[in-house]
């Protein structure tokens, strides 16, 4: 479903990503860990087709981002610690909005289910700038999925989210139908990552240095190699 | 109420999502949708109208009072006034447009969308010829009485200060989107502008002192061609540049 061939990322002389392969199928929930500055952001950017690698492939149920990046958006949900949202739209004109841009049909009733899914029913009518912290990632992931992408970017999705908010985000994601899609979710908190990912990545200065099942490895064991990063 | 899960669309793990139309399909439809976005989130909280709308009262005012204005002379000063309060008034809604969206992290949604870039491009212009257009439209009165000009030559200004503005807004708007990831943006946009801007200004100031003056079309419509040509050539360059624009 994703398929990330040789990537090469630079900025002027500072190369970012180097050489990258990563291959994830249909149904996947995969993990990439990596601390500040390894490369996470920039690799999910160019697989959302928002940023062009410098060298390499991305293939996106096969298309070629550099060739359909238009087309391929279709078939895209990202949800990053941006909530990507406008602040000064109700919630539910915010998802009109997306819903316009991504052609949903008989989008009303689409906005209704996900606002229901994400537990925002009631409060559609508010504008997005009263909500909690929590609130803006609940409706920015009732954006993300308002056209049923087969595809979830999570770009570090937990961040800025208290204790409580963070934890139900895993039962938030089952809720809008994660598990019949391709997930790929970047975060620090690795007994997070470990729990919900069925594959985790490990990047590291711009490389993949670990690829694991998620049932092989444990927090503690990817603690060691994270903090050994970090220093 | 407790989450659903979601029924209705079972194939979600394909790459055959809901309302999988042709992406060329409803090109205008989303550009209208960006425009609507706009006006609805400026209706909202009337930050930028008003700004603009303060502005540009305070600039027609300043000049009124700050030059000697006499029946003979005002001819001559009024079409250089009506300008610098539309274009300065109207960096202002142009410096927010972009800026805004990435301030407050909306940029990256607009950009995901399955859309031609350009449609996001054509979309912020009609929202910025949109809100100069409502700027234009309250203190065009004022600078009729101000300067007291008559009121036959408001067809012909009318028509003068669309184009000026499509002009102004078609490459305002694509300067915006090029200094939005600067860290002086808010300086910058004005100094790469107004020097790309000048042949717009300088021909609708022209055909307007024209206007004023009452002079026969023959005597002005070479401001006109030159005016129509940048107005044509920058909504063309920026249709073509936007994509390579917003690339990060």
């Known amino acids: 479903m994703i398929k990330v061939i040789k990537l090469v990322k630079a900025f002027g002389s500072r190369v970012v990503l180097r050489n990258i392969d990563i291959d994830i199928a249909p149904g996947d929930f995969v993990t990439l860990l990596g601390v500040n500055g390894a490369g996470k952001t920039t690799l999910m950017s160019i697989i959302a087709t928002l940023g062009r690698p410098t060298a ?3 293939l996106i149920g096969g298309m070629d981002t550099a060739q359909h ?5 279709r078939y895209i949900g990202l949800v990053s610690h941006k909530t990507l949202l406008y602040d000064d739209l109700s919630g539910e004109q915010n998802l009109q909005f997306y819903a316009r841009m991504y052609d949903v049909p008989d989008s009303k009733a689409r906005i209704n289910e996900v ?3 994400v537990g925002l029913w009631g409060r559609q009518k508010d504008p997005v700038r009263t909500y909690s912290r929590g609130m803006q990632q609940r409706l920015a992931i009732a954006r993300a999925i308002l056209h049923n992408p087969p595809i979830l970017l999570l770009d570090e999705p937990d961040t800025g989210l208290d204790q409580n908010a963070a934890s139900m985000l895993g039962d938030l994601l089952a809720a809008v139908g994660m598990n019949r899609r391709t997930v790929l979710m970047t975060t620090h908190n690795l007994e997070r990552g470990v729990s919900l990912g069925k594959r985790v990545l490990v990047l590291d200065k711009g490389k993949i240095v670990r690829d694991a099942a998620g049932n092989t490895v444990t927090a503690a064991e990817l603690k060691s190699t994270y903090f050994s990063q970090q220093g | 109420m407790p989450p659903q899960t979601d029924t209705k669309n079972q194939s979600a793990a394909t790459m055959q999502p809901a309302g999988a139309a042709p992406v060329r399909s409803r090109y205008f439809y989303k550009i209208l949708a960006i425009v609507y976005k706009d006006i609805t989130a400026e209706l909202r ?3 930028m109208l008003s700004a603009m709308f303060v502005f540009s009262l305070l600039v027609i005012f300043i000049f009124n009072f700050t030059f000697d ?7 001559t000063l009024a079409p250089g006034v009506l300008w610098v309060a539309i274009a300065f008034a109207g960096m202002l809604g142009l410096g927010r447009s972009f800026i805004v969206e990435r301030d407050r992290g909306s940029l990256e949604g607009l950009l995901l969308a399955p859309v031609d870039r350009s449609a996001i491009y ?4 009609l929202g910025n010829v949109i809100f100069i257009s409502v700027v234009e439209v309250g203190i065009l ?11 036959a030559v408001v067809p012909a200004l009318v028509g003068v200060v669309v184009l000026g503005t499509i002009g102004f807004a078609g490459v305002g708007t694509l300067f915006s989107a090029m200094v939005v990831h600067t860290r002086a943006r808010d300086v910058l946009l004005p100094i790469l502008l107004f020097p790309v801007v000048v042949p717009v200004l300088l021909s609708a100031v022209r055909l307007t002192a024209g206007i004023l003056d009452a002079l026969p079309l023959e005597d002005i419509q070479s401001w006109l061609g030159l005016l129509i040509t940048f107005d044509v050539i920058f909504l063309a360059a920026s249709f073509i540049l936007f994509e390579y624009i917003v690339e990060e």
């Open chain 2, 122 to 125: 054509f979309g912020k212009f």
């Open chain 2, 141 to 151: 009165p004022l600078f009729i009485v101000f300067f007291n000009q008559p009121l």
């Open chain 2, 69 to 75: 204005l006499r029946t003979d002379n005002a001819a």
């Open chain 1, 56 to 58: 390499g492939t991305v």
């Open chain 2, 45 to 47: 909280t009337k930050e």
């Open chain 1, 69 to 73: 990046a238009a087309h391929i958006r």
């Open chain 1, 115 to 117: 606002l229901h899914q």
